[in-house]
Antibody, heavy 121, light 111 residues
Framework: EVQLVESGGGLVKPGGSLRLSCVAS????????FNWVRQAPGKGLEWVSS????????FYTDSVRGRFTISRDNAKNSVYLQMNSLRAEDTAVYYC??????????????WGQGTLVTVSS | QSVLTQPPSVSGAPGQRVTISCTGS?????????VHWYQQFPGTAPKLLIN???NRPSGVPDRFSGSKSGTSASLAITGLQAEDEADYYCQSYDSSLRVYVFGGGTTVTVL
């Protein structure tokens, strides 16, 4: 069974940092790309960042580029999102999502349960 | 303001057919990029419902169907059931912005 479990969310002051983790299981994690997708309270979904299977390629939405860093450790079946210089507008539930590229689609075929990040003084 | 445009809400009686539109542009849907649909219940993670414009992943009931034409796509729910009350999001890739894009979401209400 495919499982993605996020952790690391919490309350942080503006300008602060957090590191989110996503542990994957139930498939060969090292052969898949991963994404972070966020959802602000009462709002829609927003893609944040992607990382390729071997970490060669990373991509970011404009609003987080230079502040967030995506990484992975295939030995630990884990994907991370280091978030620095956090702003109030980064407040959201952050989902880890598996990339559907291996199945031939540019979709997000499995999602974790999400972790809430709240940026407030 | 989402790159892909969806109606905020649609509703229908049990057993009826409802459709949700997803309108994009020549840089995303119209560029030949696939459209995918997700279903989300309150307080839970999104779930992939339709991928590749019209493909149903294993386990998705066949009352859900997707289509794409030009710069738009649609999700249809036939034989609407109370358990279909949820938010639905379309998603594609924008070749100009070089980002994955979502619609703003549509809430389906079963009357």
């Amino acid at each position: 069974e495919v499982q993605l479990v996020e952790s690391g969310g919490g309350l942080v002051k503006p300008g602060g940092s957090l590191r989110l983790s996503c542990v994957a299981s139930g498939f060969t994690v090292s052969t898949y790309s991963f994404n972070w997708v966020r959802q602000a309270p009462g709002k829609g979904l927003e893609w944040v960042s992607s990382i390729s299977s071997g970490s060669t390629y990373t991509f970011y939405t404009d609003s987080v580029r230079g502040r967030f860093t995506i990484s992975r450790d295939n030995a630990k079946n884990s994907v991370y999102l280091q978030m620095n210089s956090l702003r109030a507008e980064d407040t959201a539930v952050y989902y880890c999502a598996r990339d559907g590229y291996n199945s031939g689609y540019d979709d997000f075929d499995y999602w974790g349960q999400g972790t809430l990040v709240t940026v407030s003084s | 303001q989402s790159v892909l445009t969806q109606p905020p809400s649609v509703s229908g009686a049990p057993g009826q057919r409802v459709t949700i539109s997803c309108t994009g542009s020549s840089s995303n849907i119209g560029a030949g990029n696939d459209v995918h649909w997700y279903q989300q219940f309150p307080g839970t993670a999104p779930k992939l419902l339709i991928n590749g414009n019209s493909n149903r992943p294993s386990g998705v009931p066949d009352r859900f169907s997707g289509s794409k034409s030009g710069t738009s796509a649609s999700l249809a729910i036939t034989g609407l059931q109370a358990e279909d009350e949820a938010d639905y999001y379309c998603q594609s890739y924008d070749s100009s912005l070089r980002v994955y894009v979502f619609g703003g979401g549509t809430t389906v209400t079963v009357l």
